[in-house]
Each structure stands twice: as C-alpha cells, then as structure tokens.
C-alpha cells in the first residue's frame, strides 16, 4: 500500500522498491534490504513507520555494540589523509 502516488519533494511518480539501507551507530555499520518507495525522479526514498523503528532498534544495538544476530559482511578502513597525487 503506497500512501504517496505522487513524490512530496519534486511531484515525480513513487514506486515500490526493495532497496539497501546503510544504518550507522558507535563504530560499526549494518546493511540491510528494505522495503521503500522511490521516487523515479529525484530518487527521495520514503519508508513506513514499521521500518523505521526497525532502524531505531538497530541503531541503538548498534551504539551499544551489540552485533548478536548480525551477521558480518567484510571489513571497512577509516581514512583520514588522502594523498590524490598518489592515486593516479
């Protein structure tokens, strides 16, 4: 059910989407897939309140730094100088 046929920021045309969503809390990151509606237009994403409390509920574990039932996907490196020269 899409309460918004038309986007509320640009007028485009909302559509219902799976898509991944980058949560952040304390010093780790999680990844989830999400239902969502995505505007065609401007790409504004809306998610339902039952989602967002699930980001609610994950953030917090995550600040806490309780990854149980997390399951790890990798590793991620802070940068904190970046030497363009040495790129090319």
Known sequence: MMPFKKCPICGGEMVAKEVEKLLRGGVDTAVLKVPAEVCLRCGERLYSQEVVRCFERIRAKLKRQDTTG???????????DCDFEGLA
Do not use: L, N, S, W
């Not at 997390?70 to 904190?80: E, H, I, L, S, W």
């Open 70 to 80: 997390f399951q790890p996907v990798g590793q991620a490196f802070q940068v904190t």
